[in-house]
T-cell receptor, first 116, second 112 residues
């Protein structure tokens, strides 16, 4: 069973389109994340939700909107896609409380987004 | 400014040798430091966690040190094998909600 699963794995789309990436975890964790890995392999946090509550919101364009319908799901919607949005987006989860630190993060396999 | 820097170039070593990877940070005071492994086309996988009051942590062939004075962590793989070839990422706890900030990563290649 895949612990953190995200779909689609590959996504090629045109500039200006709107797209979503879905994520689900079956680990029973309270916290979920979206990370972005750019072409230089630098992994940067975008958002974090704890029990459906947004707790980390880094400096990300408003075109990116996360949605957590329940604590096992965290989806990422991107409006008006730009060339610079091309990257690998990783969903992740951890057994962390709102103010916790030092917990292991479990990553999904990534979603490769290419904007043309 | 805040930085987390790892060996900037790829590290090539011979099978059986010890690989040592470096993670240096500035303007952070992390309570925890973690190391992850990432294979091509895959997500990062957790390896080890070390707390600020621990000097060293071991797990099988892996050893991590954490020097909060030098602001540095060293990651060692002893008796390295070609299967250890991957990118290794250090990550610092930099905020609540288990926020992890990752370093730039070091690509390790273990040759026969």
């Amino acid at each position: 069973d895949t612990a953190v699963s995200q779909t689609p794995k590959y996504l090629v789309t045109q500039m200006g389109n709107d797209k979503s990436i879905k994520c689900e975890q079956n680990l029973g964790h309270d916290t979920m994340y979206w990370y972005k890995q750019d072409s230089k392999k630098f992994l940067k946090i975008m958002f974090s939700y704890n029990n459906k509550e947004l707790i980390i919101n880094e400096t990300v364009p408003n075109r990116f909107s996360p949605k957590s319908p329940d604590k096992a799901h965290l989806n990422l919607h991107i409006n008006s896609l730009e060339l610079g949005d091309s990257a690998v987006y990783f969903c992740a989860s951890s057994q962390a409380g709102k103010n916790w630190a030092g917990n292991t993060i479990y990553f999904g396999e990534g979603s490769w987004l290419t904007v043309v | 400014s805040q930085k987390i820097e790892q060996n900037s170039e790829a590290l090539n070593i011979q099978e059986g040798k010890t690989a040592t990877l470096t993670c240096n940070y500035t303007n952070y005071s992390p309570a925890y430091l973690q190391w992850y492994r990432q294979d091509p086309g895959r997500g990062p996988v957790f390896l080890l966690l070390i707390r600020e009051n621990e000097k060293e942590k071991r797990k099988e062939r892996l050893k991590v040190t954490f020097d909060t004075t030098l602001k540095q962590s060293l990651f060692h793989i002893t008796a390295s094998q070609p299967a250890d070839s991957a990118t290794y990422l250090c990550a610092l706890s930099t905020g609540g909600g288990n926020k992890l900030t990752f370093g730039t990563g070091t690509q390790l290649k273990v040759e026969l």
